[in-house]
């Protein structure tokens, strides 16, 4: 069965600060990742996602993604954050075969002070 | 926006009791999910239907049971509640034809059992 690591569980950033979370996944096989985000009191929605292609995909709000395989990383960036970027980030990753239900992180809070 | 729906959002109920949280989705998407989340932990999926008639458990163990009679709606039931069970329960539901895995999620049913 896949896992989904996130080694970052609160990270606290300044306004305009540059930001990297960790996304490390185990599954043999071919995944489709995504990021979600949840904004105090609201939903988990997406941010961004990769199936296939180039391995820098780009999401709302400024976020992108790279996926790098040989490492089996999927670490979500941003180069300044703002303060409504504070939210609850997840990882998740599912198989592109077999059972197909996602498999989340335990999530990274980000907190941005203004 | 995503349409999905989840009622009660908050519900506090002494041990013993039988509750059934409500799952509705306007979208006629075939797949709907329950993931338990804790706080500071990942979602762990618990049940899931992949259409009318189908229901699958996840990988964390549940008590909770869940039924699909319609496409619409996934409601999950406890039939005797306890402390253990206090937690945040989220539905979601994705498409099936694209089968790409991105799920959209209600905003959550924060089930407390004293």
């Known amino acids: 069965a896949q896992s989904v690591s996130q080694h970052n569980h609160h990270v606290i950033l300044s306004e305009a600060a540059s930001l990297e979370l960790g996304c490390n996944y185990s599954?043999?096989?071919?995944?489709?990742l995504f990021w979600y985000v949840q904004y105090p009191g609201q939903h988990l929605q997406l941010l961004l996602k990769?199936?296939?292609?180039?391995?820098l995909v780009k999401g709302i709000k400024g976020f992108e993604a790279e996926f790098i395989k040989s490492k089996f990383s999927f670490n979500l960036r941003k180069p300044s954050v703002q303060w409504s970027d504070t939210a609850e980030y997840f990882c998740?990753?599912?198989?592109?075969?077999?059972?197909?239900?996602?498999?989340f992180g335990s999530g990274t809070r980000l907190q941005v002070q203004p | 926006e995503a349409d999905i729906y989840q009622t009660p959002r908050y519900l506090v109920i002494g041990t013993g009791k039988k509750i059934t949280l409500e799952c509705s989705q306007t979208?006629?998407?075939?797949?709907m999910y329950w993931y338990q989340q804790d706080p500071g932990m990942e979602l762990h999926l618990i049940h899931y239907?992949?259409?009318?008639?189908?229901?699958e458990k996840g990988d964390l163990s549940s008590e909770s049971t869940v039924s699909r009679i319609r496409t619409e709606h996934f409601p999950l039931t406890l039939e005797s509640a306890r402390p253990s069970h206090t937690s945040q329960y989220l539905c979601?539901?994705?498409?099936?034809?694209?089968?790409?895995?991105?799920?959209?999620f209600g905003e959550g049913s924060r089930l407390t059992v004293l």
């Open positions: 979208m006629g998407h075939d797949k």
């Open positions: 998740a990753v599912i198989p592109d075969t077999g059972r197909r239900a996602l498999t």
């Open positions: 239907s992949y259409g009318v008639n189908s229901t």
């Open positions: 599954y043999g096989g071919t995944v489709n």
């Open positions: 979601a539901s994705s498409e099936s034809i694209t089968n790409t895995g991105e799920l959209f």
């Open positions: 990769y199936f296939s292609g180039d391995p």
